[in-house]
Every structure is written in C-alpha cells, then in structure tokens.
C-alpha cells in the first residue's frame, strides 16, 4: 500500500472530512454513525495508527484524537464496553475482523 493513497480504500473516502473534525465537535448526535463508519472500516487500525504517530487531531480510525490522544471530552458518548471493543480492535491481534 503506497502510503499516500491508503485513504483509497477507507470507508470514508467519499464523506465531507469537516464530520472527523467540526461536525463530531459539535454534534452529538452525529458522533455513533461515524464511530460505527470507522469501525467497519478495513484501515481503522491503520488510520488510528497515523493519527496518533503524527499527533492528529479529529476522528483517527474511530477515536476522536487531540494531538494523538485520545480525547475525554469527544470520547464521553461511549460505553466502558464500546470503547473496549474499540481499543481491542485498535490495539491488538485478537482485534482483527
């Protein structure tokens, strides 16, 4: 995967970027449809990854990242069991899908 075309092959590669930044700041509402989007994205892992390596800031393979760190305030509308399932799927083997 040449590393400036893997967003080819991202679930979200047709979407308004501004619902990674802006609009999951803001919306509520809209932050479990894009959480679900990236979830079932074959690059989450990937695109967490760079988030976090070049200190991101948005929504970086599901999680909402503030320089690479995964933020409290933006990460509030989830369940202790959703963000396991999340970081398991992110941060480990028995992850993969």
């Not at 990674?20 to 959480?35: G, M």
């Not at 690059?43 to 390596?53: D, E, M, Q, Y």
């Not at 999680?63 to 305030?73: A, Q």
Request: charged share 30%; net charge negative.
């Amino acid at each position: 995967m040449n590393k400036n075309d893997w967003t080819d092959s991202s679930s979200c590669k047709d979407f308004d970027t501004n619902l990674f930044f802006d609009k999951y700041e803001e919306d509520l509402n809209l932050r479990p449809a894009i959480d679900k989007l990236c979830s079932e994205c074959p690059l989450a892992r990937h695109c967490f990854a760079v988030g976090v390596s070049q200190k991101e800031t948005g929504v970086w393979g599901g999680v909402y990242l503030d320089l690479g760190k995964p933020s409290r305030e933006f990460g509030r509308h989830r369940t202790k069991q959703q963000w396991a399932e999340t970081w398991q799927y992110l941060t480990t083997d028995k992850g993969n899908k």
